[in-house]
């Protein structure tokens, strides 16, 4: 068995792990890393274009990052928290493309209005609420509200196409939305990372154990599938950016922090557009209302994407169930991760989510005529032979210890870091690779705390993210200078 050093072993070669793998190199471009996939491409799980919505999630669509409230109001607290985050990755791409590190923005990120519509009283009222609220912030004034069916029409043909003109209609949008191609995004950034000094890309090699040393550091096994030879990679610090293969790993590094922890697989599904003249009438991301029941991941859209630079049409996503934490993964996964210490807290989500569990398998038992009567809420002139079913990939959502309930399960992302700062963990899923700039960087503060205190760190960061260290939230005249200077250099706002 061979062995080597590193300063930071990166698992997983998606969006996660090139982001931090970027991020550490613009702040010391001498740091030792080695990245390692599990397959023989980058970027090939969940972060590939057609297993990901593409959305760059800022909250001006997505109905469910702003809950109603029992009174009849919004909670908008979790939208402006996404919009900020999703700022700072704008700021990070921006400052790459300036500095030639990243490719021009067509390819990886593309203007799509994002937009949200409902249909019926309550709905119309939910979201006109929605956007009186959102509005008072800097960060939605240029949100536009309509229940105007010939204004709706111009924003979204397709769906106020032959649509009953007796329903009471409402609709938002924000123009400068975006389509993010994250697979293209993360192989720009891993083809820059593998032309500079100090990196190494190991494909086709799976990590088969971690041991901590005395010292603090990790002695990682990575088994080359290809000529089943292991290697041992000793580093300093670790970072599990697996998506749904990140929990196993987690377990198998043993630290603390980890116990508990279980995770909740779930799969998608799309129906694609095959009529190119469909295809084309319709350029935007336009969310409706989640079905009673279902995960946030499941929450409808039809969907504009630039996928490998070319346009499509996609319409769901459909959820489903399965044991598998990845699309390219194995049915024994769920299985294999139940443990003494998480054992409790799996059996509570189990039992107290069998509706969900039920919602989950009837979307998988529908027929094809189902899944195209659910589009014509959207569009109603939607034929079935014009759409095909397309397979999305998995998330695998967070299951918890919870003092009250024993387990509780959980559809964003978390961070788990051991308490040296010496592994770091990602797990959950939603607003996952459009927020990654933001999380790599609190892994940043919390992994590399020294080096950002004493070897000018922080400053590096204020250059590369003009906002680090204040609130877009808060500070109005800072969001306006920082979206002008992304929206330009990322040519986000064009007519």
């Known amino acids: 068995m061979t062995a080597k050093t590193a300063d930071v072993l990166l698992v997983g070669a998606g969006a996660m792990s090139t982001t931090l793998g970027m991020l550490l190199k613009q702040l010391d471009p001498s740091i030792n890393i080695v990245m390692v996939e599990r397959l023989d491409h980058v970027a090939s799980e969940s972060t590939d274009g057609w297993n990901n919505a593409g959305t760059g999630h800022a909250a001006y669509c997505e109905l469910n990052y702003t809950p109603k409230q029992a009174d009849g109001s919004v909670n908008a607290t979790k939208a402006y928290a996404i919009n900020a985050a999703f700022e700072v990755s704008l700021q ?4 790459l493309v300036k500095k ?9 990120i593309n203007p799509t209005p994002h937009m949200s519509f409902v249909w019926g009283e309550e709905n119309v009222e939910f979201l006109r609420t929605r956007y009186e609220t959102l509005s008072q912030s800097a960060q939605f004034a240029d949100m536009e509200y309509s229940e105007d069916p010939d204004v709706l029409r111009e924003w979204m043909p397709l769906i106020l196409e032959n649509r009953d003109p007796m329903q009471k209609v409402a609709g938002t949008r924000v123009r400068y939305g975006s389509d993010v191609d994250f697979g293209s995004l993360a192989r ?13 890309l190991k494909l086709s090699s799976t990590v088969k154990d971690l041991q901590k040393r005395d010292d603090g550091t990790w002695d990682v096994v990575v088994c080359n599938d290809k000529s089943g030879e292991n290697e ?8 599990l950016g697996a998506g749904g293969g990140a929990l196993p790993l987690l377990q198998l590094s043993g630290i603390p922090e980890g116990d508990g922890y279980g995770g909740f697989p779930v799969s998608g599904q799309w129906l694609v557009c095959k009529k190119k003249e469909i295809v084309e009438k319709h350029l935007a991301k336009v969310y409706g209302q989640a079905p009673i029941g279902a995960p ?3 929450v409808p859209h039809l969907d504009t994407r630039i996928i490998n630079g070319e346009k499509a049409l996609l319409f769901g996503p459909f959820a489903g169930f399965t044991t598998k934490f990845l699309k390219q993964g194995s049915v024994m996964d769920l299985p294999k991760s139940v443990r003494a210490n998480n054992l409790k807290s799996m059996l509570s989500v189990g039992m107290n989510n069998m509706d969900l569990t039920r919602y989950l398998i009837s979307e998988v038992m529908q027929s094809h005529e189902a899944r195209v009567d659910s589009l014509r809420n959207f569009y109603p002139d939607a034929q079935n032979d014009d ?9 695998v959502q967070i299951i918890k210890k919870d003092e009250e309930k024993g387990g509780k399960l959980e559809f964003g992302t978390e961070v788990i870091r051991s308490s040296d700062g010496s592994l770091a963990a990602l797990l959950g899923a939603s607003p996952g690779a459009s927020t990654a700039v933001n999380t790599m960087v609190s892994i940043v503060e919390n992994c ?7 070897q000018g760190w922080d400053k590096k960061l204020k250059e590369l993210i003009p906002s680090y260290g204040e609130s877009l939230v808060d500070n109005p005249e800072l969001l306006k200078e920082v979206r002008e200077f992304t929206l330009s250099t990322l040519q986000l706002d064009e007519a």
């Open 92 to 95: 990070f791409w921006s400052s």
């Open 296 to 298: 946030p991941m499941s």
């Open 232 to 239: 041992t990679v000793n580093a300093r610090f670790v970072f």
């Open 448 to 454: 590399f705390a020294d080096e950002l205190a004493n």
């Open 100 to 108: 030639d590190v990243l490719p021009e923005p067509r390819a990886f």
């Open 188 to 200: 720009s950034m891993c083809e820059h990372l593998n032309e500079q000094e100090n990196f190494e």
């Open 387 to 395: 759409w095909e079913l397309a397979y999305a990939g998995q998330r």
